[in-house]
């Protein structure tokens, strides 16, 4: 989502939105607010920067290097308060991007904000930044050896790994490191859209999910239905009208009423409630889970892996 800035100073930026965050560019009113994390020495070192030693240095980062039109403040909505870095690199601030419609992803975030799905969510937006309103055809990101969560963060927003590189320089801190590099394409970006279901159910890799551009043929649904069946989810053989899927909504049975919370919650799904994991989603977790023996057990090995990824991967696609 984009929100055109109006006043004169911003004049053709840009601010974007997500459902927790705005991604906005930093201000030189930011400087305590970026010293206050950029501080930590668990923050900058392992991404190739050293701890920032004062608001005066900070000041100068703003001023000086997240001062480019796709530099961005990462903030919550509740008060708007940078908490993190991110920022699509072009040109000569990359030595990974070799045309003018490539760039490179960087990021960083402060550790209070760790392993809320913050940064999963900033980037995904600046993904599709690059790709639907830049008209981008390659994204690049890297990170260096015992960066653990810089390579989850990029596993999980689907890049592919490249090469791997000896002897890297890392100029700020002096030092030449093991450095590892990511890609993710147009085309690659269009095919994995995820579509996480209100209880964590991954939709797109469900073999009911039967909506554009996942639309099944009559006999894949034929073969759910049977499938279905030999797992013991139904006592018969469906109609392919009822195995199928068409998204979450209110009127859908749920024996755990999850998109119903959802909704009263107004969040998009129970990874983004602040009542997370409550009792509810945990009885569903565990419920599902049970499943997985038999799934394993009547299903042909390529079957296991889709349903395993479409179903009981549940507590892992929340996070994202």
């Not at 009113?29 to 206050?36: L, N």
């Not at 003018?100 to 960087?106: A, F, K, Q, S």
């Not at 009885?283 to 892996?305: G, L, N, R």
Request: charged share 35%.
């Amino acid at each position: 989502m984009i929100i055109k800035i109006l006043d004169k100073e911003f004049q053709n930026k840009m601010t974007l939105q997500t459902e927790r965050l705005i991604l906005r560019h930093w201000e030189a009113s930011d400087a305590e607010d970026m010293f206050r994390y950029a501080q930590d020495p668990d923050i900058g070192p392992i991404a190739g920067w050293p701890a920032h030693k004062d608001i005066d240095e900070s000041r100068r980062v703003i001023a000086n290097v997240v001062n480019g039109k796709e530099a961005y403040a990462i903030c919550l909505k509740e008060d708007n308060k940078a908490i993190g870095c991110i920022e699509l690199r072009f040109g000569d601030k990359t030595d990974l991007a070799e045309g003018d419609d490539e760039c490179e992803l960087g990021y960083w975030l402060g550790k209070p904000f760790w392993g809320r799905g913050i940064m999963p969510e900033a980037a995904n937006e600046m993904i599709r930044h690059a790709f639907e309103d830049l008209g981008c055809s390659k994204v690049w990101c890297g990170y260096y050896d015992g960066n653990m969560k810089s390579k989850r963060v990029q596993e999980k927003l689907g890049f592919k790994y490249q090469w791997r590189s000896e002897d890297v320089d890392v100029p700020l801190m002096h030092e030449k490191r093991v450095g590892h590099v990511n890609l993710m394409t147009r085309e690659d970006w269009l095919k994995s859209k995820r579509i996480i279901a209100a209880c964590g159910n991954d939709c797109t890799a469900c073999p009911r999910y039967n909506k554009p551009p996942y639309v099944k043929t009559d006999e894949e649904l034929r073969h759910t239905a049977e499938l279905w069946m030999k797992i013991g989810y139904r006592d018969h053989v469906v109609t392919n009208e009822e195995i199928s899927c068409y998204g979450c909504k209110p009127e859908n049975w749920c024996r755990y009423k999850v998109v119903k919370c959802t909704i009263e919650h107004g969040v998009e799904n129970c990874g983004k409630c602040p009542e997370y994991p409550c009792e509810n989603i945990r009885e569903c977790f565990e419920v599902t889970k049970s499943f997985e023996p038999m799934c394993a057990k009547m299903c042909t090995k390529e079957e296991y892996i889709q349903l395993k990824k479409a179903f009981f991967e549940k507590d892992e696609n929340l996070k994202i």
